[in-house]
């Protein structure tokens, strides 16, 4: 018997969560990224030249070869314990200091880690503070637990920590604050070595976790790396990484880094996401690592990145118009630029689209409609070879 299919207006049984474009954003800037012949700033993504397919596929075959059961089997909550051990170890090699075993959990990527702490912290109603602008998958991720969401800016130097004192001072209550400290998405800037200490200070004195999300860390040009906050302050922050930058996304992994009872109910509460990160990538990335592969990937990734950076400051340099302000990344994949008072830059990444040219207006990276004047661009992905001309369309249209 054939079946009438019944047109439905889903919109009414959808959660009250999902409302408003929550999720939306992200898809829109991808979607940008695949219009063929655009020269795209848009996305974050690594370039596909970092990507280790020789030595993934010699992994592989390695695996198949020895019988190894682990790496296609379910793994256990936390990670499988070689693994975790390998991500311990970069972290005392990185950061200076080692998790203890229970305060450790491997994730599917950072972006798990922040629904993690979301779905362990976060009632309806209660108050996150964020860097303005910041990373829209956290922005995401928090309203979709119904947070407030209040903003402290950042400038060359990252978080203004004494705003942030100045309004805990006038009352502001945050449970939680997310910080991107070094290389941030989306403005390119760190924070400085002086504002480390006093943010964990005020993290103590007024009883908020810190999230602190390192995704770019490992990607700066220099030599020079500023402590983490967890380093700093392992007793109220989170840490989370991720090796999708570094290694490659495909895997899906990261981690988080967090005092042991906070660490017990992230494992609690992942076992209702995905149950555990998948063992076929954990095991790839521990081999990896062990072997200093991970080292060797870094460096060449730095260098590229460093040299695509370059190559954008430069073509801005040249072909800006007067007004136009641009951040100097010391690493990670980002530059913001600052246009002129009254500029429209969502009109302008319409425009710039229609000229081939993906870009991302600054409004999305902020939770309360600022960044009207301001755009994301990011070198990681654009062929090296086409950013002069980006750029110069991009000028050409201011
Ligand atoms: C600041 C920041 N955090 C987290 C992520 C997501 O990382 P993952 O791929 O590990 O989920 C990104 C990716 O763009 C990012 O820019």
Request: glycine share 10%.
């Amino acid at each position: 018997m054939a079946v009438t299919p019944v047109s439905r207006a889903w919109d009414e049984l959808f959660a009250a969560r999902t409302r408003g474009g929550v999720g939306e954003a992200i898809a829109d800037i991808l979607a940008l990224l695949a219009v063929p012949g655009v020269i795209s700033f848009a996305g974050g993504f690594p370039d596909p030249r970092t990507f280790p397919r020789e030595r993934a596929a010699q992994l592989l075959a390695e695996f198949a070869e020895t019988g190894e059961a682990s790496a296609f089997q379910y793994a256990p909550t936390r990670g499988l314990a070689g693994p975790l051990d390998a991500i311990a170890r970069r972290l005392e090699t990185t950061q200076g200091r080692r998790p203890d075993d229970d305060e450790l959990l491997i994730t599917s990527g950072a972006i798990e880690a922040l629904e993690l702490v979301g779905k362990t912290f976060l009632d309806a109603g209660d108050l996150v503070v964020v860097e303005g602008p910041t990373y829209l998958g956290a922005l995401m991720a928090f309203r979709g637990f119904g947070a407030e969401v209040a903003t402290v800016p950042i400038d060359e130097d990252g978080l203004q920590v004494d705003e942030l004192e100045r309004q805990l001072a006038a009352g502001l209550r945050p449970k939680l604050l997310y910080s991107i400290p070094d290389h941030q998405n989306p403005a390119g800037v760190s924070l400085s070595g002086e504002r480390r200490e006093p943010l964990v200070e005020l993290a103590r004195r007024h009883g908020f976790l810190v999230f602190e999300d390192v995704a770019y860390r490992e990607l700066g040009f220099g030599d020079d790396s500023l402590p983490s906050l967890w380093s700093l302050g392992p007793d109220v922050v989170v840490q989370a990484g991720t090796t999708s930058k570094t290694f490659f996304p495909g895997v899906r992994l990261g981690w988080a880094a967090a005092p042991a009872p906070i660490s017990a109910r992230l494992v609690s509460a992942k076992q209702n996401t995905d149950q555990c990160a998948g063992a076929l990538g954990q095991r790839l990335f521990e081999e990896y690592a062990r072997r200093g592969w991970l080292e060797e990937q870094l460096a060449a990734s730095r260098a590229l990145y460093r040299t695509k950076c370059e190559r954008m400051l430069a073509a801005l340099e040249r072909t800006m118009p007067a007004g136009v302000q641009w951040t100097t990344p010391g690493g990670g994949f980002f530059s913001w630029l600052t246009l002129p008072e009254g500029s429209d830059a969502e009109l302008l990444a319409k425009r710039a689209v229609e000229a081939g040219v993906g870009i991302v207006p600054g409004s999305v990276f902020f939770a309360d409609g600022r960044g009207r004047e301001n755009v994301r661009l990011s070198f990681s992905l654009v062929d090296e070879s086409a950013i002069d001309e980006g750029i110069e369309k991009l000028a050409a249209l201011l």
